[in-house]
């Protein structure tokens, strides 16, 4: 069970800013983004344009292996403008 | 305010009230430095013909602080005489004109405060989970630094 933050853009598709998943312990980045692209169907039209932020590290979607533990923070990362 | 020991320091803010550059200014403020340098963010008023109201700015705080004090250790390996360095973000509501950001950067001479400087905003704005969207008259729009590099330059 990770919790997973939704930032910007990716909060106005999901419709909400935080809730628990539960995924598997050891998943893909890829795999992550289409567990939860299948809770939030509206975030697939942003699929090309968001990274991951794993336990506050960034990820790509992808290959990457990610081994996730219980209460994990992994956050949705819209094409960032601060400054 | 005394600084006894003048032990180089950051001093990094999310804030939603006003930025101050008084304020921002006189934390980086060493007497074995003969340089403060600033940078202030401020927010234009228009995009692409349209007007915009106002901007908002969310952000991943907690990741955010720890991205802005990565950069803080990035800057003291690469200019090591940099004394004291402060970021300010604004968060929520910003006005048109008033700053977003201010960032001030002490040394004992100026070139390296100035280049620290010029660093501290550039790679904030390429890796600092902060995010600015502009209100306009009827509609919004989220925008995208350019040196985002997961952002599409085409869209």
């Known amino acids: 069970q990770v919790s997973v933050l939704y930032f910007a853009r990716s909060a106005e598709l999901a419709g909400l800013r935080c809730e628990t998943l539960s995924v598997p312990r050891e998943i893909t980045s890829l795999q992550l983004w289409e567990e939860i ?20 590290e960034y990820v790509l979607l992808g290959d990457q292996l990610l081994i996730l533990q ?8 819209p094409p960032i403008s601060g400054g | 305010m005394e600084k006894s020991e003048d032990v180089p320091k950051d001093f990094i803010k999310l804030k939603l009230e006003k930025l101050s550059v008084d304020e921002v200014s006189e ?44 950069i803080c250790r990035d800057v003291r390996q690469k200019w090591p005489s940099v004394k004291h ?7 929520g509501v910003v ?23 010029m660093y501290c905003i550039n790679t904030l704005k390429a890796s ?3 995010w600015k969207k502009e209100i306009y008259e009827d509609e919004h729009s989220w ?13």
């Open chain 1, 37 to 56: 692209v299948k809770v939030h169907p509206r975030l697939a039209a942003i699929r090309d344009q968001v990274v991951f932020a794993v336990r506050q």
């Open chain 1, 70 to 77: 219980p209460g994990d923070e992994v956050a949705i990362i």
């Open chain 2, 27 to 70: 934390l980086v403020v060493s007497p074995y430095c003969g340089a403060v340098s600033l940078f202030i963010g401020t927010t234009r008023n228009n995009f692409e013909g349209k007007k915009v109201i106002h901007l908002e700015y969310e952000a991943y705080t907690s990741m955010a602080e720890t991205e802005i004090k990565k």
């Open chain 2, 85 to 91: 360095i402060a970021v300010h973000h604004r968060l």
């Open chain 2, 95 to 117: 006005p048109i004109t008033e700053a977003s950001v201010i960032i001030a950067v002490s040394s004992p001479h100026r070139a390296e405060s100035l280049e620290a400087v």
């Open chain 2, 128 to 130: 600092v989970p902060i």
């Open chain 2, 143 to 155: 925008k995208e630094n350019k040196e985002c590099f997961w952002a599409n330059s085409e869209k």
